[in-house]
C-alpha cells in the first residue's frame, strides 16, 4: 500500500505516503491514490482536518530517479506527471479542509512542492528542506518558482532556487517556510495536536478562513477585503455562528 489511510477520533485524516524503501520518492500511482484521497474526503463530512506525512526515515525526498529516466524518454510522460503533480498540490489548497503537513528526514525538490500545498507545515528540528533541482541542472516543475517566492520573498527565493542549498528546520521556519519546529520524533504529534484542535472548530469558520487566507495571495487587497466581508455577513445567520456567539457571552459574563 503506497499510501495509507487512518481516521482518527478527532475526524482528522491522516495520509501517509508508504514508499520508505524509495524514500518516499513520488511517480504517477502514489500522485494517483493522493488524488484519490482528496476526492473521497471531499466527499466525506465527517473529515474535517487532513494530516500529510511521509514513513521512514524521510518526508519525501523528490522524484522517482526511475520516473525522471522515463520522463526523459517519453515527453508526453513528462507533461502527464507535471500535470498530474500540480493537480494534486492544488488540490490541497483548494480542498475545504485545512491541511497539516509532518515533516522529517528530507524534504527536497518535489518532496518540497508537495508540502507547500500544505495549510500548515511542522518540521523536525533535525529536517533539511530545499529546491535542489539546479544542482542536477533541472527546472523546478511542481510549484516552486512560484510558490516559494509567495513566502519568503523574490531575494530568499533566488538563492534557494539558483543555488539548490538546503535548510535546516530552525531557517526555514525564521523565512516563512515552515509554521513551526518540533523535537525530533516529536513533529507528528506535534501535527496531529494542530489538527486535532481545527477539527474540533467550527467547520464552517475554517473552510472560510482557509479560503480568505488563500485568496490574499491570489487577488487585489480590495478584492480579497470585500470577500472577507462578505464571508462573515454569510456566517452571520448560521448555527455555528449561533452557538459560536453564545458561548462567548457565557466566557465574558
Not at 489511510?5 to 500522485?31: M, Q, Y
Not at 506525512?53 to 507533461?79: I, K, N, Q, W, Y
Request: charged fraction near 25%; charge should be negative; glycine fraction near 8%.
Amino acid at each position: 500500500m503506497i499510501l495509507r489511510e487512518e481516521r482518527s477520533e478527532d475526524r482528522v485524516l491522516e495520509l501517509t505516503l508508504n514508499r520508505p524503501e524509495k524514500l518516499n520518492t513520488l511517480n504517477v500511482p502514489i500522485l494517483e491514490a493522493l488524488r484519490e484521497a482528496q476526492a473521497k474526503a471531499l466527499e466525506d463530512p465527517e473529515v474535517r482536518a487532513i494530516l500529510l506525512r511521509g514513513a521512514g526515515p524521510t518526508f519525501c525526498a523528490g522524484a522517482d530517479l526511475e520516473h525522471v529516466e522515463a520522463m526523459h524518454v517519453d515527453r508526453a510522460t513528462s507533461r502527464t506527471y507535471l500535470n498530474l503533480l500540480r493537480e494534486v498540490i492544488v488540490g490541497f489548497e483548494r480542498m475545504p479542509q485545512p491541511v497539516i503537513g509532518a515533516l522529517h528526514g528530507h524534504v527536497l525538490a518535489g518532496g518540497l512542492e508537495l508540502a507547500l500545498g500544505c495549510d500548515v507545515l511542522v518540521a523536525a528540528r533535525s529536517c533539511r528542506i530545499g529546491d535542489q533541482h539546479m544542482r542536477r541542472g533541472f527546472i523546478p516543475g511542481g510549484g516552486n518558482t512560484q510558490r516559494i517566492p509567495r513566502l519568503v520573498g523574490p531575494l530568499r527565493a533566488m538563492d534557494l532556487l539558483l543555488t539548490g542549498r538546503w535548510l535546516d528546520a530552525t531557517e526555514a521556519c525564521q523565512i516563512g517556510l515552515v509554521s513551526r519546529v518540533a523535537d525530533d520524533g516529536e513533529e507528528v504529534a506535534l501535527a496531529r495536536e494542530i489538527a486535532a484542535e481545527v477539527a474540533a472548530k467550527s467547520p464552517q469558520a475554517v473552510r472560510e478562513v482557509k479560503r480568505l487566507t488563500r485568496l490574499a495571495t491570489e487577488a487585489p487587497l480590495a478584492e480579497a477585503l470585500q470577500a472577507e466581508i462578505e464571508s462573515v455577513m454569510a456566517y452571520y445567520p448560521s448555527p455555528d455562528f449561533t452557538a459560536a456567539l453564545r458561548t462567548f457571552f457565557d466566557r465574558a459574563r
